[in-house]
């Protein structure tokens, strides 16, 4: 390696490791702050909550590294220009692309890597930390009655109004939701006071109810009276739930059972994957289609027919021929048959428009590991031309200009992923888009910056029109009048 080419891969790999670690640090601190409600009061350990931010980091990185090689780009190619060192190169015959030799070898390895790191990372990392988050929920619902909002725990839904006490074991104004077996809610429990009683040996968590009204509502065996909404209450002194935690006190935080969320998987998976529920959906469509047919009643139309050479004129309607009371039942039968078909339709159509969104979020987790790796080649090229086109390097402008194109690149891509999963948009043509507008911009930045030309040349803007007003005669013509 020359030392020309040692020297700009290390003013680059300085610059790139400062600015992914502090890029890291703040995605980091915002997982911290949008996770904070599943780690705050459930009592875990230093060890658990670093290895939920362990396991949720890698899943930042297809955010942190293409925006670190754009602005590391802009950063490192900006600080040459300003400080005259690209006119030294080029006077001594070394091209912006000779320059950027070293570093497209660089960034073409950490693509490669950031394939590697989408494809067997990302998917054990989000494997390890959905499994964590699903086992952080269940733990201690004891300690997990926040004030102010409904807590599940076990068939109890609760919500407090205060806590208080050296271990907020007294609450006030207590609201309760019993859940029934059907999943119903007919029985609420409301109390100005409360106090938890328990203890870290046993399995049952008792909780103590203080002034308060029992309702519950009662569901008649006869509809009709249902409408009335009958219910019972009831006050009460001194009230006892005694809640039942074995399930919860038993939660591993090492289980591993979840397994079928798209982001787990890798790229060989994620193909069996789309090809299952692929042939999956058609299967479903293709019976589906059947059942549909046969619930038509088609089939059974000729069946004990048989045909006459009389001709019947139905003027005034088929149901004009029966007597009233048959009329009426025909077309009832009639309408029941076509409302239950067109409810069946409706069910299947979101059944399917569900089934189809699913498909498509797998498609969009395959692209997305292809599209990482190609977007830090794309982004160098965008970034390294207009860093030497701008001639400012430091925190300043290039900063700005970066965090511009890196917003437009990443919201362009999350409003086409979006349109994808309702079917909008293809899945290959939405993860894909944004890296597809970033590559003419970056061909055409590298041309703009090898010829040593500005980032516009708005005199190919402007001579148009100065003709056009020359010609209305707006404009003398300097030459001519001469």
Known sequence: ?????????????????????????????????????????????????????????????????????????????????????????????????????????????????????????????????????????????????????????????????????ENDQFLTDVIIHQKTVNGGNHTVIKAKKGELVGSTDSDVLSLILKEGNYYDEIQPSDYEKRKDKPFTKSYFDEYVINIDLSDFNKVDLEDESTTSYHGMLKISELDESIDSFSVSYNTRMEQFRKDMYRRSGVMTLSTNMKTKDTTVAFEDGLLSHYNTYDAAQIANLALGTINSAVAHLAMKKQEFKVNIKQINKFEIALHEKYVLAVACIVLFFVGAPLGAIIRKGGIGLPIVVAILLFLTYHFIGIFAKNSAEDGSVSAFVATWLSTWIMLPLGVYLTYRATTDQGLFVFDNFIEPFKKLFKKAGLIKDKSKSE
């Open 1 to 165: 390696m020359k030392i020309l080419d040692r020297y700009i891969l290390t003013s680059f790999l300085k610059t790139f490791f400062s600015v992914f670690i502090i890029l890291m640090f703040i995605f980091v601190l915002q997982t911290i702050w949008l996770y904070i409600g599943e780690l705050a009061g459930k009592d875990l350990d230093v060890e658990v909550i670093m290895k939920f931010l362990l396991y949720f980091s890698p899943k930042l990185v297809p955010l942190v590294l293409p925006l670190t090689i754009l602005l590391t780009s802009i950063m490192t190619f900006g600080t040459f220009a300003e400080n005259y060192e690209f006119a030294a190169m080029k006077s001594s015959g070394i091209s912006l692309q000779r320059a950027m030799r070293s570093l497209t070898f660089f960034i073409v390895l950490v693509s490669l890597v950031a394939f590697f790191f989408a494809n067997n990372v990302i998917p054990a990392a989000e494997f390890k930390s959905i499994n964590l988050r699903k086992n952080i929920a269940q733990l201690k619902p004891a300690m997990a009655i926040t004030e102010g909002v409904f807590n599940d725990i076990g068939t109890f839904n609760i919500k407090v109004e205060d806590k208080s006490g």
